[in-house]
């Protein structure tokens, strides 16, 4: 079955970075469509940023763009999530996702992603 885990999660001080990791089993990773989602007390999970299948493209929400920066390595079954310049609305739980459909613009919404991580926790201290 595909399984999906999350890493890197930590508390970091505003202005920092951190760099997520998401490791893929049980599925043929190129072929997903993969995600990042945060969610933050309280709040709905918001879709981050989006990567196609072999990583050519990309979308990302304004809240990230110009921040963070989503890629994959497929030969490792893993994609990354860059950080940089991180603010205390950063805060959250952030999981990665898989959806099989294919990347378009714009890109699959939250509910289109079928498996999920466990999620890893951020927390950026002002």
């Known amino acids: 079955q595909v399984r999906l885990v999350e890493s890197g999660g930590a508390l970091v001080q505003a202005d920092g970075s951190l760099r997520l990791s998401c490791t893929g089993s049980?599925?043929?990773?190129?072929?997903?469509?993969m995600g990042w989602f945060r969610q933050a007390p309280g709040r709905e999970r918001e879709r981050l940023a989006v990567?196609?299948?072999?990583?050519?493209?990309?979308f990302y929400e304004d809240s990230v763009k110009g921040r963070f920066i989503v890629t994959r390595e497929n030969n490792k079954n893993a994609m990354y999530l860059q950080m940089d310049s991180l603010k205390p609305e950063d805060t959250g739980v952030y999981f990665c996702?898989?959806?099989?459909?294919?990347?378009?613009?714009?890109?699959?919404?939250?509910?289109?992603?079928?498996?999920w991580g466990q999620g890893t926790q951020v927390t950026v201290s002002s």
């Open positions: 990567i196609s299948g072999t990583g050519r493209t990309t």
């Open positions: 049980g599925m043929y990773f190129a072929v997903y469509t």
């Open positions: 996702a898989a959806t099989p459909a294919g990347m378009y613009m714009p890109p699959p919404p939250t509910y289109n992603f079928d498996f």
